[in-house]
Nanobody, 121 residues
Framework: QVQLVESGGDLVQPGGSLRLSCAAS????????MGWYRQAPGKQRELVAS???????SYIDSVKGRFTISRDNGKNTVYLQMNSLKPEDTAVYYC???????????????WGQGTQVTVSS
């Protein structure tokens, strides 16, 4: 099993910044993609940003230019730097990893417990 532990969520003012981190541990053989999802009140969970093991990046349009996803493959850790935060960024942010626990098995999706980000004056 793969465990994902998130941290960094907090209450911040509009225009502020926050840095989320997510560390994978446990029976990690290989992680192909790590990403950040968020779920705002009354909305479906959406993919915010992702990064592959080769460095391919993806962002939803609403966060381009404001959020940056990065990784440390040696530590199996992914980060989300969030700048110029807006109230509409308020959500529970979930880390996700597409990973194998052994080399002949199919990859599976693993989820963190979520960390609350609240943007409010």
């Amino acid at each position: 099993q793969v465990q994902l532990v998130e941290s960094g969520g907090d209450l911040v003012q509009p225009g502020g910044s926050l840095r989320l981190s997510c560390a994978a541990s446990g029976s990690v053989f290989r992680i192909y993609v790590m990403g950040w999802y968020r779920q705002a009140p009354g909305k479906q969970r959406e993919l915010v940003a992702s990064i592959s093991s080769s460095g391919r990046l993806s962002y939803i349009d609403s966060v381009k230019g404001r959020f940056t996803i990065s990784r440390d493959n040696g530590k199996n850790t992914v980060y989300l730097q969030m700048n110029s935060l807006k109230p509409e960024d308020t959500a529970v942010y979930y880390c996700n990893a597409n990973a194998q626990t052994y080399n002949t098995g199919p990859p599976s999706n693993y989820w963190g417990q979520g960390t609350q980000v609240t943007v409010s004056s």
